[in-house]
């Protein structure tokens, strides 16, 4: 049974406010749609009914069990589980403001306890060597030193892979801090290490294409924008030949940078504004921080720590 129109433009109406007034990004909303459009099909076929609104607004905790159920009969592991309630939970904030209803059942169900994964970064040797091998292994030399840019900013700016690609020919050559747009919106500046510099140069004197200020900075071979998992491949083969486990990742590389700032004695606080982090706790899970190092950090920064008495 097809959802009825009321309930399509319901949530194409709270994706247009998501991205609209919150700065998700295009995957993200790809991603809200397919969580509420699923469960938007069954609380249809469950309830027989397409009309209108009617059946969202009646929704009791037994019919959320019931999708839930339903999602991992289907093999939907807990934690994608976890993240399609948080989608329907935050539509169904918006529609109920919307429609003034009472959302309870729905904003009360609990979400799957699922094992967190930690990041893992990688040895700074291995960080380094990394870099080296993806530059060898290319087949043309531009595209060596493309490569070996793209990494060098995951690993000396702890930028995500959709920031660094998201760099244009206006970035360069880069200067001494550049000012990054990351997920929601959220600006940070973020300082650019000289070797960082460097590769980018290098890549900008070999590349063969022309250089218009809109232009992304990072070219596949055919000169459209580098993809992201051309980078992915590239890291994957190195690992290979490295002996490095499949946790060596684009991402892993922004990881990295964090936890070896940390190791050298940066502080956590710094730490969260050059990842860009909203809360404290996500950068605490990404360095792989133990509870010695914060209350280290608690006990120097904190009005109440042992150092300010």
Request: overall charge positive; proline content about 6%.
């Amino acid at each position: 049974m097809l959802i009825s129109p009321a309930c399509r433009d319901a949530l194409e109406g709270w994706l247009i406010h998501r991205k609209s007034l919150d700065g998700v990004a295009v995957n993200t909303i790809e991603a809200y749609r397919g969580d509420v459009l699923g469960f938007l099909n069954f609380i249809t076929a469950h309830f027989g009914d397409s009309t209108g609104l009617k059946p969202l607004q009646r929704v009791k905790p037994t019919d959320m069990r019931a999708w839930m159920a339903h999602e991992r009969k289907r093999g939907v592991a807990a934690r994608s589980l976890a993240r399609e309630l948080s989608s329907v939970k935050s539509f169904y904030r918006w529609l109920a403001e919307r429609e003034g209803f009472e959302p309870t059942a729905v904003l009360a169900t609990r979400s799957p306890k699922f094992q967190k994964k930690l990041p893992r970064p990688l040895a700074v040797d291995a960080a380094r060597a990394m870099i080296d091998t993806v530059e060898l292994q290319a087949s043309k030399d531009w595209i060596a030193t493309r490569d070996a840019a793209v990494l060098t900013l995951l690993y000396g700016c702890g930028l995500r892979i959709s920031e660094a690609l998201g760099l244009t020919f206006a970035d360069a050559p880069l200067p001494d801090v550049l000012r990054i747009v990351g997920k929601g919106g959220k600006e940070r500046i973020v300082p650019v290490i000289a070797p960082a510099r460097v590769a980018v140069d290098r890549y900008l004197q070999a590349q063969p294409y022309p250089m218009l200020p809109g232009d992304p900075l990072f070219r596949g071979a055919r000169g459209g924008a580098l993809s992201p998992r051309l980078i992915a491949k590239a890291m994957e083969s190195a690992r290979m030949q490295l002996g490095l486990p499949a946790t060596a990742t684009p991402h892993a590389m922004r990881h990295s940078f964090a936890t070896h700032l940390l190791e050298a004695g940066g502080d956590l606080r710094a730490i969260q504004e050059l990842l860009g982090h909203a809360s404290l706790s996500t950068t605490q899970a990404y360095t792989a921080v133990d509870t010695a190092r914060l209350m280290e950090v608690y006990d120097n920064a904190h009005p109440k720590g042992l150092k300010h008495g």
